[in-house]
């Protein structure tokens, strides 16, 4: 239904609920979850929020994608950029490397749970997939134990770039700065407290660079 005068007129709880929703998406580049919106709406429960949400659905001023997390669209005026979905594919280390089962781990295509996020986070990249934060070894780039980055699905980074790597030997993967040197590679955690990891070249497969982080909102 197009957003227009003809639209039914909102109650103040469902006007709190859209004006919530179209601030959170502003201030952080994502639509907040039910949980979200019965925190900043001060409402009862998360049954009141979904019974007003669907409401809203029908009157035209959102969509829901129930599949999608924060799959908040808010439409007409309250609309922001166009969204892309992204696949979440699993945990990274950001702290001692992270034991996963193995490289296909980063195969974009099997992400079981997809991320809207604004089409300008991805910037038209192909290969880009989600990974979510363990560890604060990266706390001085101001990623944190919990926030989600985006990674475009690269083979060789630039020195200095953040980057998922993935160790043969060890079968391992962590988030860190990476650095290459003549006879070996300088894996650089972004906190002061942590140490570097070296490694040989041969151990060493690049999985993704960094292109944007989503933080986690407390």
């Not at 197009?2 to 103040?12: I, K, N, Q, W």
């Not at 991320?115 to 880009?128: A, C, F, Q």
């Not at 962590?174 to 140490?195: C, E, F, G, H, W």
Request: neutral net charge; proline residues 7%; contains cysteine.
């Amino acid at each position: 239904m197009p957003f227009g005068t003809g639209m039914r007129e909102l109650s103040p709880k469902q006007q709190a609920i859209i004006d919530f929703a179209a601030r959170f998406l502003a201030d952080n580049g994502y639509p907040p979850t039910v949980r979200d919106i019965q925190s900043g709406c001060g409402i009862s429960s998360t049954s009141v929020v979904d019974y007003n949400l669907n409401i809203l659905e029908r009157a035209g001023y959102l969509r829901r994608h129930p599949e999608v997390s924060r799959g908040i669209e808010l439409l007409g005026r309250y609309a922001a950029e166009s969204t892309v979905p992204v696949p979440i594919v699993g945990v990274i280390a950001a702290g001692a490397p992270l034991p996963v089962p193995g490289p296909d781990t980063w195969d974009v295509t099997t992400g079981a749970e997809l991320l809207e996020v604004p089409r300008s986070l991805t910037g038209g990249r192909e290969g880009v997939y989600a990974l979510r934060v363990k560890g604060l070894s990266m706390v001085d780039a101001l990623i944190n134990d919990g926030d989600i980055v985006l990674m475009q699905y690269v083979n060789v980074v630039e020195n200095g770039e953040m980057a998922a790597v993935w160790l043969r030997a060890e079968k391992e993967a962590t988030l860190k700065k990476v650095y290459v040197t003549r006879d070996r590679i300088r894996l650089q955690p972004a906190n002061s407290q942590m140490q570097p990891i070296y490694a040989a070249p041969d151990n060493v497969e690049i999985q993704g660079r960094v292109i944007a982080v989503i933080r986690q909102v407390a």
